[in-house]
């Protein structure tokens, strides 16, 4: 006994009961009479390794101790013998789990290099049953657990049909199993619910025919299956879709602002947005809703509806009530008849003749929408530097701007690094490293400068504040600098490069290049995204300077100027501005 030791045993539950009976007849025999197969241990010598008969040699090591003399029967075998001849053996005796051969089959197996053909042979096999064992280690540590220690509530078949399911899945629906004791019949049709169908694919199911969650595999090998046809990893059969749907939306990313994948459990219902009928909101608004941040399209990812596409849709259902509301309003103001005029002596109680109070039908109905990011971001980068180079030509107002920045405490807005870098560019100085620029250095800097640039370098501090400050600040400067954005926006490829078809079939309604373009139009919007930019930049008489869409406008705030002899308004101030300090200025901020 001393000199055995146990072997690549597979086995890791022995039945209670069964352990019992073997010690009985033992005792009763008076000792081991069946002999137990050892091999040479391949890196002891004098020791002998066990093949098979563990159960035998553990009941003769309880009952005799280590000085009893086994029996044995010696065989000069190589590992993938050993492990083949220990699975035949205890196949024939107290019958492992079907768990328990996988394992010991895969552990062969890897010996044979991956010939399942040579493991099936020593095994004594078919390759069926090989493949059907193989299967079974899909299955969850837990379930293997519950298969190999016998549990009365988990039968092979339960094993079969779990092992098509992903690994925290099986271990949900074993809990459920075990609570419920629910039958494989019962697990068989609540599985197929869940499954999701391969023919209903969008996707290439190529890459299904050997993967463990196809039911396929269990349909060939096992007894208990859901079927042939069926992906049990709902969650990856989604992710395969989704990237599916992914791929045929990549066309609609030119032509919309929002593309909404719609799956069963949102309970979606499309909201399309059109001119005329009950919901309509009017032509002129339609065009604007085209380059709204909200407007755009549903791609279904619904079984049966997969990859169904919903165009001309509004994501935003409280604005398109309300527009569909102001284009009610403004039709039935439209049909009433005109009020009659009304006398010279109440003539002075009312507003002009034709003129619309704020918050009026006509106002309400005003196109409107929400602005795409892409617009605000651009829109913003605008501003600042149409704000810091007016800033450089507008003298006074720069000084009183740079007061009321001090005064508002927001100096923090003051970007240093584009100061520096004007600052390199109108008076040469050296700019500093970061973190290496002490004040006593950046002095002797300033005091070297020419006296005639120092005018500049303070209008450029000020001017810098346009990059730092929040766009609240920011607006606040544009109106009092009376900003006029035709002035300094032209209508060009970078712009329109940022729109989709719908924002760009809006953008060509509101600035008219669409009337500009003629029956060309048409022929124009129906091509690739890039060749409508190139038709709608290429309008021959169109004047592209000064063509500014609302969503590049500031919002307009009444600000009270104090009565003084100064210039009235920035393009006044710019053009009295000496030709050389514009042209010195503007480039500075430029970047």
């Given at each position: 006994?001393?000199?055995?030791v146990?072997?690549?045993?597979?086995?890791?539950?022995?039945?209670a009961?069964?352990?019992?009976?073997?010690?009985?007849?033992?005792?009763?025999?008076?000792?081991?009479?069946?002999?137990?197969?050892?091999?040479p241990?391949?890196?002891?010598?004098?020791?002998?390794?066990?093949?098979?008969?563990?159960?035998?040699?553990?009941?003769?090591?309880?009952?005799?101790?280590?000085?009893?003399?086994?029996?044995?029967?010696?065989e000069?075998l190589?590992?993938?013998?050993?492990?083949?001849?220990?699975?035949?053996?205890?196949?024939?005796?107290?019958?492992p789990?079907?768990?328990?051969?996988?394992?010991?089959?895969?552990?062969?197996?890897?010996?044979?290099?991956?010939?399942?053909?040579?493991?099936?042979?020593?095994?004594?096999?078919?390759?069926?049953?090989?493949?059907?064992?193989?299967?079974?280690?899909?299955?969850?540590?837990?379930?293997?657990?519950?298969?190999?220690?016998?549990?009365?509530?988990?039968?092979?078949?339960?094993?079969?049909?779990?092992?098509?399911?992903?690994?925290?899945?099986?271990?949900?629906?074993?809990?459920?199993?075990?609570?419920?004791?629910?039958?494989?019949?019962?697990?068989?049709k609540?599985?197929?619910?869940?499954?999701?169908?391969?023919?209903?694919?969008?996707?290439?199911?190529a890459?299904?025919?050997?993967?463990?969650?196809?039911?396929?595999?269990?349909?060939?090998?096992?007894?208990?299956?859901?079927?042939?046809?069926?992906?049990?990893?709902p969650?990856?059969?989604?992710?395969?879709?989704?990237?599916?749907?992914?791929?045929?939306?990549?066309p609609?990313?030119?032509?919309?602002?929002?593309?909404?994948?719609?799956?069963?459990?949102?309970?979606?219902?499309?909201?399309?947005?059109?001119?005329?009928?009950?919901?309509?909101?009017?032509?002129?608004?339609?065009?604007?809703?085209?380059?709204?941040?909200?407007?755009?399209?549903?791609?279904?990812?619904?079984?049966?509806?997969?990859?169904?596409?919903?165009?001309?849709?509004?994501f935003?259902?409280?604005?398109?009530?309300?527009?569909v509301a102001?284009?009610?309003?403004?039709?039935?103001?439209?049909?009433?008849?005109?009020?009659?005029?009304?006398?010279?002596?109440?003539?002075?109680?009312?507003?002009?003749?034709?003129a619309?109070?704020?918050?009026?039908?006509?106002?309400?109905?005003?196109?409107?929408?929400?602005?795409?990011?892409?617009?605000?971001a651009?829109?913003?980068?605008?501003?600042?530097?149409?704000?810091?180079?007016?800033?450089?030509?507008?003298?006074?107002?720069?000084?009183?701007?740079?007061?009321?920045l001090?005064?508002?405490?927001?100096?923090?807005?003051?970007?240093?690094?584009?100061?520096?870098?004007?600052?390199?560019?109108?008076?040469?100085?050296?700019?500093?490293?970061?973190?290496?620029?002490?004040?006593?250095?950046?002095?002797?800097?300033?005091?070297?400068?020419?006296?005639?640039?120092?005018?500049?370098?303070?209008?450029?501090?000020?001017a810098?504040?346009?990059?730092?400050?929040?766009?609240?600040?920011l607006?606040?400067?544009?109106?009092?600098?009376?900003?006029d954005e035709a002035?300094?926006?032209?209508l060009?490829?970078?712009y329109?490069a940022?729109?989709?078809?719908?924002?760009l079939?809006?953008?060509?309604?509101?600035?008219?290049?669409?009337?500009?373009?003629?029956?060309?139009?048409?022929?124009?919007?129906?091509?690739?995204?890039?060749?409508?930019?190139?038709?709608?930049?290429?309008?021959?008489g169109?004047?592209?300077?000064?063509?500014?869409?609302?969503?590049?406008?500031?919002?307009?705030?009444?600000?009270?100027?104090?009565?003084?002899?100064?210039?009235?308004?920035?393009?006044?101030?710019a053009?009295?501005?000496?030709?050389?300090r514009?042209?010195?200025?503007?480039?500075?901020?430029?970047?």
């Open positions: 006994m001393r000199q055995i146990p072997g690549q045993n597979y086995r890791e539950h022995y039945d009961k069964a352990l019992a009976d073997l010690r009985e007849q033992v005792k009763a025999a008076g000792g081991i009479k069946s002999p137990i197969m050892v091999r241990h391949p890196s002891r010598d004098g020791v002998w390794e066990i093949v098979y008969g563990h159960r035998r040699w553990m009941v003769a090591g309880e009952q005799y101790g280590d000085t009893y003399d086994m029996p044995v029967t010696i000069d190589s590992d993938a013998e050993a492990r083949a001849l220990g699975i035949i053996e205890n196949k024939g005796r107290d019958n789990s079907a768990i328990e051969e996988a394992k010991g089959a895969a552990d062969l197996l890897r010996f044979n290099a991956g010939d399942k053909e040579k493991t099936a042979n020593q095994l004594g096999w078919k390759p069926r049953e090989l493949d059907n064992r193989l299967l079974l280690l899909n299955c969850a540590p837990e379930v293997q657990k519950a298969v190999i220690e016998r549990h009365p509530h988990i039968s092979i078949g339960h094993a079969e049909l779990l092992a098509g399911l992903p690994q925290d899945r099986q271990v949900k629906v074993l809990a459920g199993i075990l609570q419920h004791k629910v039958p494989v019949e019962v697990l068989k609540q599985l197929g619910q869940y499954a999701k169908r391969l023919s209903e694919a969008i996707f290439d199911t890459q299904c025919l050997g993967c463990p969650h196809n039911s396929a595999q269990q349909a060939a090998l096992f007894d208990a299956s859901i079927g042939e046809g069926y992906c049990q990893h969650t990856h059969y989604d992710e395969l879709t989704m990237a599916a749907l992914q791929a045929r939306a990549e609609l990313r030119e032509r919309f602002q929002v593309i909404r994948f719609i799956k069963p459990e949102d309970g979606f219902v499309p909201l399309a947005v059109a001119a005329d009928g009950p919901l309509g909101v009017g032509a002129e608004q339609m065009e604007a809703c085209k380059g709204c941040a909200n407007f755009g399209c549903s791609v279904s990812a619904i079984p049966g509806h997969y990859g169904e596409v919903a165009e001309s849709l509004c935003d259902a409280a604005c398109n009530s309300t527009k102001a284009r009610r309003k403004a039709e039935r103001a439209a049909s009433k008849p005109a009020a009659p005029a009304r006398d010279a002596a109440g003539a002075g109680d009312s507003k002009a003749k034709g619309t109070p704020e918050g009026s039908v006509a106002e309400s109905a005003k196109p409107r929408n929400t602005v795409p990011g892409k617009v605000v651009h829109r913003i980068e605008f501003w600042r530097k149409t704000v810091a180079n007016q800033l450089m030509v507008q003298g006074e107002r720069n000084h009183r701007a740079l007061t009321a001090v005064l508002a405490r927001e100096t923090r807005a003051i970007h240093s690094d584009r100061y520096a870098d004007v600052a390199v560019k109108l008076a040469g100085i050296k700019k500093p490293n970061l973190g290496d620029a002490p004040l006593r250095k950046m002095l002797e800097q300033a005091d070297a400068v020419d006296a005639g640039a120092l005018e500049a370098l303070v209008k450029a501090v000020t810098s504040a346009a990059y730092g400050i929040d766009t609240e600040g607006e606040a400067l544009l109106n009092y600098l009376e900003v002035r300094h926006f032209t060009n490829e970078a329109l940022l729109l989709t078809v719908s924002e079939e809006s953008l060509a309604e509101e600035v008219g290049l669409k009337k500009a373009m003629g029956e060309r139009y048409a022929k124009a919007k129906a091509g690739k995204r890039s060749e409508f930019i190139q038709a709608l930049l290429a309008v021959e169109f004047t592209y300077k000064g063509a500014v869409p609302k969503a590049m406008r500031y919002p307009r705030r009444k600000f009270k100027h104090a009565e003084r002899a100064e210039p009235a308004r920035e393009s006044n101030a053009a009295d501005a000496p030709a050389e514009r042209e010195e200025a503007e480039p500075a901020h430029a970047a």
